[in-house]
């Protein structure tokens, strides 16, 4: 038997469903994240998830972003769509990101410091977002990154918008 | 995935911790051992394990008691409940698990016919380890799906210990990272899946400048997941403090339902999986939860899921590792959903 797998993306996904049989379908905090990417800001660095402080965002990634940083790892998911990374290695990551701060940080301006390198992320690729280094996405066309991190200045929470209400 | 052992230094209850196990002599009829741990008895015949405490017995079919008894020595007893059915099961306390037979069943409970006894977590697990390697065949894979693995049935038939001795995977900060764990690939022992052979095999372009190739760094998480020999066995393939991904590849059912002790996500990366919800005291339904691609769901801390996936699935469970959770939700200083608006 030949399989098929089946993935999803911002242009054509499926969503399911939470069916209460004697609970509140808000307890499973059920969203979508192509739909969250769908219908999100590009940047916009959407909670589709949250445990205490730690989070995962989804991010419609659309031309340029912004510069980040933040003073713990961060990993990427590309979930749809090709996003390049660019990695600049900050020569004063703390006066960004200060070394007990949480999430990630937005840059005022270009990041001073070493080239570190480029990734380039297809559906499927997950990389490491280092510790202390600026960081900035580039999509051509939309994509949808699902990030893990911790809440910071930059997240977002929109759950009413995002999630299963009834 | 990484059940601390230091997660509390309060006795996990009031019952006397017991420390009695057995291994019994091999029958004659069947080869197989029996063995106990406190008063609870196992033995198994040619069909089914059977349970026996004071006042009580229990049967299920061997295959399943053996594919959730892999998990629970797997997974060191996991986070909090492992129902291997409605009626047994263990309770985790790191460092201390308790063993119960209907203790987590309505009916069980209310008649005051359910049972429970405290091992050290080094006791019970030696006698679980014990009954898997006597009770698992040559042939039976209890991490495998069903269509891919020989049966349980029958009477003693040699051993299978590479199966049931697998190491779990943990990445210390992610897979692939020099001095991490490494890559899946056909010349390590990881052919990709039969259900997962459309799946796309690039590599990101990674590109470091000299002296960041520690840092600059990617992979094809499908690709990885693609390759796993196991069902419904998450690994942490990448941390941010107590923050664990520990995705993992669901065929058929899971094998036992699980009644965490803290909320737990699940993200649905490919394919479909659909959860049966129950009260995690009671076992009564409270939801059906129908996932596709990119569906997000919260499992709230008071109930118990089990997962049922017709084709092989990438699923992400997301947990905080953090020792002080249980904790905080029993003292009512934490909610059961994450996340409320």
Request: with cysteine; glycine share 8%.
């Amino acid at each position: 038997m030949e399989y098929r797998t089946r993935l999803g993306s911002i242009s054509d996904y499926e969503k399911g469903k939470v069916i209460p049989i004697d609970d509140d379908p808000k307890n499973y905090v059920f969203s979508n994240i192509f739909e969250v990417a769908a219908t999100s800001a590009p940047y916009e660095r959407v909670a589709v998830a949250k445990n205490f402080e730690y989070v995962i965002e989804v991010t419609r990634a659309e031309g340029n972003s912004a510069w980040y940083c933040a003073a713990h790892d961060e990993f990427a998911v590309a979930m749809d769509g090709k996003v390049e990374i660019e990695l600049v290695k900050l020569d004063f990551p703390a006066t960004i990101a200060p070394l007990d701060s949480q999430g990630a940080h937005k840059l005022g301006g270009e990041p001073q410091g070493r080239k570190m390198g480029r990734i380039v992320l297809s559906r499927g690729h997950q990389c490491l977002l280092p510790r202390g280094a600026a960081y900035r996405f580039k999509a051509d066309s939309p994509a949808c990154l699902m990030i893990q991190t911790v809440e910071g200045p930059e997240t977002v929470q929109k759950w009413a918008e995002i999630c299963q209400n009834s | 995935m990484a059940m601390s052992a230091n997660a509390f230094d309060a006795p996990a209850s009031d019952l006397p911790l017991v420390t009695k196990t057995e291994v019994g002599p091999i029958d004659n009829t069947t080869g197989y051992r029996s063995f106990s741990a406190g008063s609870f008895a196992f033995s198994r015949d040619e069909y089914f394990a059977r349970i026996t405490w004071p006042h009580g017995a229990h049967t299920m079919p061997v295959d399943a008691f053996l594919r959730a008894m892999m998990r629970d020595v797997a997974w060191g007893f996991f986070y909090g409940t492992v129902n291997f059915d409605d009626v047994v099961g263990t309770v985790n306390h790191y460092g201390e698990v308790t063993l119960f037979a209907g203790r987590y069943n309505d009916a069980y409970h209310h008649a005051g016919r359910d049972h429970e006894e405290r091992f050290s977590s080094e006791v019970l697990m030696a006698v679980f380890k014990a009954i898997m390697s006597d009770w698992t065949n040559a042939g039976f894979d209890p991490f495998a799906a069903p269509m891919e693995t020989g049966e349980a049935w029958g009477s003693k038939n040699g051993q299978n210990e590479d199966a049931i001795t697998r190491t779990r995977v943990s990445a210390k900060r992610v897979v692939g990272l020099p001095g991490d764990t490494p890559l899946r690939t056909d010349q390590n022992g990881f052919p990709v899946n039969r259900m997962f052979a459309d799946l796309d095999r690039s590599v990101p372009v990674v590109e470091p400048e000299p002296g960041f190739e520690g840092e600059v760094w990617a992979y094809n998480l499908f690709d990885y997941l693609s390759r796993s020999d196991v069902t419904w066995n998450p690994s942490v393939c990448s941390v941010v403090g107590e923050s664990l991904f520990c995705p993992t590849t669901e065929e058929f059912a899971l094998p036992i339902d699980h009644g965490n002790d803290r909320c737990e996500w699940f993200i649905t990366l490919s394919d479909e999986i659909d959860w049966e919800i129950k009260d995690k005291d009671t076992a009564k339904p409270r939801a059906t939860v129908l996932t596709r691609a990119g569906d997000v769901s919260c499992m709230p801390a008071d109930i118990r899921h089990k997962g049922f996936a017709k084709k092989r699935a990438m699923l992400l469970v997301w947990e905080n590792g953090s020792a002080v959770i249980p904790d905080l939700i029993r003292k009512g200083e934490a909610p059961n959903v994450s996340v409320t608006w």
